[in-house]
């Protein structure tokens, strides 16, 4: 069956997700890393990195086997750097979830498909590898550039699936994933795509990589206590721990999406994207940003803030970030904020840099279908100035039928989304 594209009509296009995957280091699968959630397990713990300058030592690392990274092609495979190999295999989970065996083409024009996977770094471990590699033995790799080449992971899941539509590779630090998701429902409301693989990946385990953040002072001071080490609006919170790993989600057009007979997980209803415009690395005091992108994500989805179950907060675990972030969720939504109970999971998984919003929009979904709020892990002393509703550490049922996913990122990126379960 093939469906054919449609010319856009006035009406604007309703977007659904029919699959997800992730490879994060609370699991391999979607399934593996929502029971950790579930479970109160850290995806992170204590890592002695090869460079005593860097001062971090908590770090959220995947574990993926040879019989796992098999599962790309190897004509594939060998050109990926690991945050591409993340994509590829978390795209395989979403690809498998939304059309089983079969490829998109079985169902619509591959120029109806397409793929916007971004990333924050890319392939930069792999560039110092070939850059030390070429030093030493005046040889670096035939496929290094490649390997260095941001949009790698895109073209792979082009390369794949036979993608052959819009595509695009957002770079925007922390916010790149929840960016994707927003800009690939866009693509196909306006009518260029009916289906959009979207999410972001990375991977810094360079030592390189490492100190140019750990110098930063944005990774978590922690040496030995894991409660300690990655507790978002806690008074003891002192940096993120950085993690790893990919996280994609795959949307359809609501019409197209039922005239195939597609399992329809929940829908994407409201995107806001903001510029703080002020500073590289530090949220903006006066919050106009961080605010325009909540209040024009619900304006997009049509709903009040009283009609929010639930918040994915950014949640870092920086100083600055969480009570910045308090601050733009209060002045967003006003006194409604107090009575919406938020969450980090960045708790559990550590910061998964351009990963964190799609896996969190992961997350989204699960508490939408188990009606299972996850906590904040470690807030045993919450700060003063967080004084919203943070869930602290332990689950919390209740009917989720909306959901707001937040998303911060350097260069003063600010992202929301609304996610809902599907109603038809």
């Not at 290094?144 to 595509?167: D, F």
Request: proline share 5%.
């Amino acid at each position: 069956m093939n469906i054919k594209n449609q010319s856009p009509g006035t009406a604007k296009c309703r977007v659904v997700i029919t699959g997800y995957g992730c490879v994060t280091p609370l699991g391999n699968t979607v399934a593996e890393s929502w029971d950790s959630i579930v479970q109160y397990r850290c995806g992170y713990s204590t890592w002695e990195p090869d460079d005593p300058s860097i001062k971090a030592k908590f770090f959220g690392k995947v574990d993926i086997d040879d019989k796992i990274l098999k599962r790309i092609p190897a004509a594939v495979r060998r050109a990926l750097p690991r945050f591409a190999r993340y994509t590829a295999i978390a795209a395989g989970e979403a690809m498998s979830m939304a059309f089983g065996e079969h490829k998109p083409g079985a169902f619509y024009a591959p120029t109806d498909c397409g793929v916007i996977i971004g990333t924050g770094w890319g392939g930069l471990d792999e560039g110092y590898e070939c850059h030390d590699r070429y030093l030493g033995t005046g040889f670096g790799s035939p496929l290094g550039s490649l390997l260095t080449m941001p949009n790698v992971a895109t073209a792979a899941c082009s390369l794949i699936w036979e993608l052959r539509g819009y595509q695009n590779t957002p770079v925007a630090a922390c916010a790149t994933g929840t960016i994707a998701i927003g800009d690939a429902a866009n693509v196909i409301r306006s009518g260029r795509a009916k289906m959009m693989l979207a999410g972001g990946a990375e991977a810094l385990n360079s030592r390189t990589n490492v100190w140019n953040i750990d110098i930063l002072q944005a990774l978590s001071k922690e040496q030995t206590d894991i409660e300690k080490a990655c507790c978002p609006f806690s008074k003891a919170r002192s940096g993120f721990v950085l993690s790893e790993g990919a996280a994609v989600l795959v949307l359809e057009d609501l019409e197209s999406a039922l005239q195939r007979g597609a399992r329809i997980l929940g829908e994407i209803t409201g995107y806001g994207n903001y510029s703080d415009a002020r500073d590289f690395t530090a949220p903006a005091e006066d919050m106009v940003a961080r605010v325009a992108a909540i209040q024009a994500a619900l304006s997009d989805a049509a709903i009040h803030a009283s009609q929010i179950d639930y918040i994915n907060a950014h949640g870092t675990s920086t100083p600055l970030n969480d009570e910045n972030e308090t601050a733009s969720i209060k002045t967003a939504l006003g006194d409604a904020a107090y009575g919406i109970p938020a969450s980090s999971t960045k708790s559990y998984s550590g910061h998964l840099i351009a990963a964190a919003g799609s896996f969190e929009a992961i997350v989204c979904l699960k508490t939408i279908e188990t009606g299972l709020i996850p906590a904040t892990i470690h807030l045993n002393e919450p700060d003063p100035t967080c004084d919203l509703d943070y869930v602290p550490n332990c689950h919390r049922e209740a009917q989720v039928d909306t959901a707001l996913n937040l998303s911060f990122g350097f260069g003063g990126a600010n992202a929301a989304l609304v996610i809902e379960g599907f109603r038809p």
